[in-house]
T-cell receptor, first 119, second 110 residues
Framework: GAVVSQHPSWVICKSGTSVKIECRSLDFQATTMFWYRQFPKQSLMLMATSNEGSKATYEQGVEKDKFLINHASLTLSTLTVTSAHPEDSSFYIC???????????????FGPGTRLTVL | QKEVEQNSGPLSVPEGAIASLNCTYSDRGSQSFFWYRQYSGKSPELIMFIYSNGDKEDGRFTAQLNKASQYVSLLIRDSQPSDSATYLCAVTSGTYKYIFGTGTRLKVLA
């Protein structure tokens, strides 16, 4: 149980184009999903918290107009990187929050990640 | 600023030994503590969580929590080369958002 998928797993795009990444919780409903970015040899950096049916909450320093997040249903959140530039190249990882984890802790399950390369 | 600290490593242990990974946190009110394993180029996968003082065992893994000293540790018994990865400690502190440590790189030598 608690499987999260992400699509695509990797994408290469030209500078100035937009890229959409999907995150799905496959076997549980996730009222909250999170989007992280990870640069090589660094830890995960939380970009935003996505709540079903409401606007995302962005972390300080993350441009909400550049990283558009939509949480359309209890199992799907999308991240769109608009007008991507080479500095946006990174590993983007989503997670879905499950409050029904056996043992009681409020737990995040991570998708496999999307590697974005902007040329 | 709430912080979670881990030694970046690498921590090298021989195959079959016990690997001990440590994590300290700054907020005394932190509630839940998680250990994730991340292989190079992959996303984190949950190993286990703990929220009560003491030990919690799951197979070869044991998490230990000491709230008075504000540290949480992960022991890996009978370490295998396949355990070589970065181990991330995550803490929740007042919200359901995680505060991550920078991770400890573990190398298990065959």
């Amino acid at each position: 149980g608690a499987v999260v998928s992400q699509h695509p797993s990797w994408v290469i795009c030209k500078s100035g184009t937009s890229v959409k990444i999907e995150c799905r919780s496959l076997d549980f409903q996730a009222t909250t999903m999170f989007w992280y970015r990870q640069f090589p040899k660094q830890s995960l950096m939380l970009m935003a918290t996505s709540n079903e049916g409401s606007k995302a909450t962005y972390e300080q320093g993350v441009e909400k107009d550049k990283f558009l997040i939509n949480h359309a249903s209890l199992t799907l959140s999308t991240l769109t990187v608009t007008s991507a530039h080479p500095e946006d190249s990174s590993f983007y990882i989503c997670s879905a929050r499950s409050i029904w984890t056996s043992g009681g802790a409020d737990t995040q399950y991570f998708g496999p990640g999307t590697r974005l390369t902007v040329l | 600023q709430k912080e979670v600290e881990q030694n970046s490593g690498p921590l090298s242990v021989p195959e079959g030994a016990i690997a001990s990974l440590n994590c300290t946190y700054s907020d005394r009110g932190s509630q839940s503590f998680f250990w994730y394993r991340q292989y190079s180029g992959k996303s984190p996968e949950l190993i286990m969580f703990i929220y009560s003082n003491g030990d919690k065992e799951d197979g070869r893994f044991t998490a230990q929590l000491n709230k008075a000293s504000q540290y949480v540790s992960l022991l890996i018994r009978d370490s295998q080369p396949s355990d070589s990865a970065t181990y991330l400690c995550a803490v929740t502190s007042g919200t359901y958002k995680y505060i991550f440590g920078t991770g400890t790189r573990l190398k298990v030598l065959a």
